[in-house]
């Protein structure tokens, strides 16, 4: 069963323009959240998604930043018109259930590391 | 969520037990208590989770005080290979989705 999957892994990006990533969940996941890590930072929470549905976009910030789970396909994190503070590791994860109920854990990808230049 | 206090960071020798505690004097009755680890550049893995009984499973060990104000994560026998940030993380058992990462601790196994 293979694991979360994130691409690209490394992602170069000049100031204005945009930015996808994107995560395809484990098999059978239907849950699918995204998460920021600055260097040397934790992980922020950014967004939650159900299948073609935002649960919870708490971690979002309120301007460039969008994210889609369609029907069919991967979930998308688009950046529009990044800066040099976008960059950082974004990680997405994966649950078959709600995180918050025991035993649905967070299954998390490799990460893709966006370096805005 | 409730907060989590853990030491920055914490060495521990090869093939000794690792002990690493976590403080969560706000935890509610129906909040759990999660684990997970990050070494260097990739995602965070998850470890055990718990809420007032001890938990183990093949990774390591979860000991929660009876007043679950705290917890250990033991690592019965470290490796190299556990060298890494661990995240203690208290979550609400609802809907909600998020986890809320602190700072960690940075465990360093040394040969």
């Known amino acids: 069963n293979a694991g979360v999957m994130q691409n690209p892994r490394h992602l170069v990006r000049r100031r204005g323009q945009e930015a996808r990533l994107r995560c395809s969940p484990m098999?059978?996941?239907?849950?699918v959240y995204w998460y920021r890590q600055l260097p040397e930072e934790g992980l922020k929470f950014m967004v939650y998604l159900q299948k073609e549905n935002i649960i919870d976009e708490s971690g979002m910030p309120k301007e460039r930043f969008s994210a889609e789970f369609p029907k069919e396909g991967p979930s998308i994190l688009r950046i529009q018109q990044v800066v040099r503070g976008d960059s950082a590791a974004y990680f997405c994860a994966s649950s078959p259930a709600p995180a918050g109920l025991s035993g649905n854990e967070q299954f998390f990808g490799p990460g893709t590391r966006l370096t805005v230049l | 969520d409730a907060k989590t206090t853990q030491p920055p960071s914490m060495d521990c020798a090869e093939g000794r037990a690792a002990n690493l505690p976590c403080n969560h004097s706000?935890?509610?009755?129906?909040?759990?208590v999660y684990w997970y680890r990050q070494i260097h550049s990739q995602g965070p893995q998850y470890i055990i989770h718990g809420l007032k009984n001890n938990e183990t499973n093949e990774m390591a060990s979860l000991i929660i005080t009876e007043d679950r104000k705290s917890s250990t994560l033991i690592l019965p026998h470290a490796t190299l290979r556990d060298t890494a940030v661990y995240y203690c993380?208290?979550?609400?058992?609802?809907?909600?989705?998020?986890?809320?990462f602190g700072d960690g601790t940075t465990l360093t196994v040394k040969p």
């Open positions: 706000t935890i509610s009755g129906n909040e759990y």
């Open positions: 993380i208290v979550r609400i058992n609802t809907n909600a989705g998020k986890s809320t």
């Open positions: 098999k059978g996941h239907s849950h």
